[in-house]
C-alpha cells in the first residue's frame, strides 16, 4: 500500500506540473537560474567523468585485444561506439543524480520542512509551477547537452590517450570510429539522456516537495532520492536497450 500511495503521489506531482508548464511567468526566472545550475555548473565533472571514461576504456580494449590478427582500428571503434550507445549517458547521469539530484531534494526538502513552501501557496502562488517545474524542465533541457560534453571528451580522451600510450594511432582510431559509426547510435544516446534528465529531476522533486520531519527528514529524502534516481536510470537503460537496440 505504501509504495502504491507514493506512485500515487508521484504522479500527482507530474501531473500538476504538466497542467502548470503553460505558467510560463511564474517560473521563467527559476527556469534560467536552474539552467545555469543543472547544465552550466556540471559541465565541468561532465568533462573529467567523460575524458576518464574514454581514457581507461581505451587501455582496457588495447589490453584485451592483443593481438596481431585485430587490427589498431577495432579500438577505435569500440571506444567510440560504447561512449555513444552506453557510458557518455549512463555514467554521467549516475555522478549527477548525486550532485543534481541531491541539490534539489535538500533545497525543496528544506522549503517544505521550514514551511516557505505552505507560505508561497497561502499567497496564492503556485508552488509546483514555481518550484517544481523548472527543475524538470531544465533536467530534460540540459541532459542531452551534457550528453553531447560527455560524448565528446570521452572520444577524445580515448584518442589522446591511445596516442601517448602508443595502444593505438590516431589515424586507426579515427578509422575504425568513423567506419562504424551510425546516426541511430547517436539518437539512442539522446533518448537516453532526456529520459535520464526527467528520471532524475523527477524523483528529486517528488521527495524534496513531500518530506517531512524536520532536518533528519530532509537528509533521509535526499538519500532515497539519490539511491532511487540511480536504481530508476539503469532500470530505464536496461529498457530502453531492449526496445531500441
Known amino acids: 500500500m505504501h509504495a502504491l500511495n507514493q506512485l500515487g503521489r508521484y504522479s500527482n506531482l507530474l501531473y500538476q506540473g504538466l497542467r502548470s508548464s503553460t505558467e510560463f ?61 552506453e557510458l ?41 509551477s514555481f518550484l517544481v517545474v523548472p527543475r524538470l524542465i531544465a533536467g530534460i533541457a540540459m541532459f542531452p547537452v551534457l550528453y553531447i560534453v560527455a560524448s565528446v571528451t570521452g572520444v577524445g580522451g580515448g584518442l589522446l590517450v591511445g596516442h601517448l600510450s602508443g595502444a593505438v594511432p590516431t589515424a586507426d582510431f579515427l578509422k575504425g570510429a568513423r567506419m562504424f559509426f551510425s546516426p541511430a547510435n547517436l539518437v539512442f544516446g539522446f533518448v537516453k539522456s532526456y529520459v535520464f534528465g526527467f528520471i532524475i529531476t523527477s524523483v528529486a522533486c517528488f521527495k524534496g516537495y513531500y518530506a517531512s520531519g524536520g532536518a533528519e527528514g530532509v537528509g533521509r529524502s535526499t538519500t532515497e532520492a539519490t539511491v532511487m534516481a540511480c536504481i530508476y536510470v539503469l532500470l530505464a537503460d536496461f529498457i530502453l536497450a531492449a526496445l531500441l537496440l
Do not use: C, H, W
Not at 92 to 110: D, F, Q
Not at 118 to 124: Q, V, W
Open 25 to 85: 511567468r511564474t517560473y521563467r526566472k527559476n527556469l534560467f537560474q536552474e539552467l545555469v545550475k543543472i547544465g552550466y555548473d556540471s559541465v565541468p565533472i561532465v568533462i573529467l567523468v567523460g575524458i576518464f571514461t574514454g581514457s581507461v576504456l581505451t587501455i582496457q580494449t588495447a589490453y584485451q585485444l592483443e593481438s596481431g590478427f585485430i587490427p589498431a582500428s577495432t579500438i577505435g571503434a569500440i571506444v567510440s561506439e560504447s561512449i555513444l550507445i
Open 88 to 128: 557518455a549517458a549512463v555514467i554521467p547521469a549516475l555522478v549527477l543524480a548525486g550532485k543534481v539530484g541531491a541539490r534539489i531534494a535538500t533545497e525543496l526538502g528544506n522549503m517544505r520542512v521550514t514551511e516557505q513552501i505552505d507560505a508561497l501557496e497561502s499567497m496564492g502562488l503556485n508552488s509546483v
